[in-house]
T-cell receptor
Framework: DAKTTQPNSMESNEEEPVHLPCNHS???????IHWYRQLPSQGPEYVIH???SNVNNRMASLAIAEDRKSSTLILHRATLRDAAVYYC?????????FGKGTRLHILP | DAGVIQSPRHEVTEMGQEVTLRCKPI?????LFWYRQTMMRGLELLIY????????DSGMPEDRFSAKMPNASFSTLKIQPSEPRDSAVYFC???????????FGAGTRLSVL
């Protein structure tokens, strides 16, 4: 599995876009990039995942660098309910290993 | 669907007692995972099952921990005897198959005094 590096914390203003970076320089060609988030006092929640192409869903967008050594999770318009710890994971198989993630603070 | 259901939500016990945590996965999901979360170690995968069969238990910390999945709709994680360092939030997750999106339960907060 790829080792991922994320900033410990980030702040963003409400109703503005948020770009959460993730470095995964050791990622292999078959490792998917997964993003989960964990709201306070809840279990982790799936956000998005992708392999090579950029991906969009109702929650977020995932922009993957052409060399796949980094990716960015984009929340298009942050709300207070998006305050959570966001985990970036590089994994091919069952070993979805959670790192420490980025704690996102949303400022009203 | 009600999602992954864990019980109890909170458990307080004394050192040496047996603790049993329960999980009901989402109907139709073939894979079930047990995780433990602490401030020091973050989220750790303890064990996972495919089609009720344990596939990888390398994350189970000690012989005091055991997990079973007697059928597709129920799993237990047992700690016997419990110790204060077992205090953590234990999450159960299920997915349609092991490589797919995982759906987590709300967790069981365990405190061992």
């Amino acid at each position: 599995d790829a080792k991922t590096t994320q900033p410990n914390s980030m702040e963003s203003n409400e109703e503005e876009p948020v770009h959460l970076p993730c470095n995964h320089s050791t990622i292999s060609g078959t490792d998917y990039i997964h993003w989960y988030r964990q709201l306070p006092s809840q279990g982790p929640e799936y956000v998005i995942h992708g392999l090579t192409s950029n991906v969009n869903n109702r929650m977020a967008s995932l922009a993957i660098a052409e060399d796949r050594k980094s990716s960015t999770l984009i929340l298009h318009r942050a709300t207070l309910r998006d305050a959570a710890v966001y985990y970036c994971i590089g994994s091919y198989d069952d070993k979805i290993i959670f790192g420490k993630g980025t704690r996102l603070h949303i400022l009203p | 669907d009600a999602g992954v259901i864990q019980s109890p939500r909170h458990e307080v016990t004394e050192m040496g007692q047996e603790v049993t945590l329960r999980c009901k996965p989402i109907s139709g999901h073939n894979s079930l995972f047990w995780y433990r979360q602490t401030m020091m170690r973050g989220l750790e995968l303890l064990i996972y099952f495919n089609n009720n069969v344990p596939i990888d238990d390398s994350g189970m910390p000690e012989d005091r921990f055991s997990a079973k999945m007697p059928n597709a709709s129920f799993s237990t994680l047992k700690i016997q005897p419990s110790e204060p360092r077992d205090s953590a939030v234990y999450f159960c997750a299920s997915s349609p198959w092991w490589g797919e999106i995982r759906y987590f339960g709300a967790g069981t907060r365990l405190s061992v005094l």
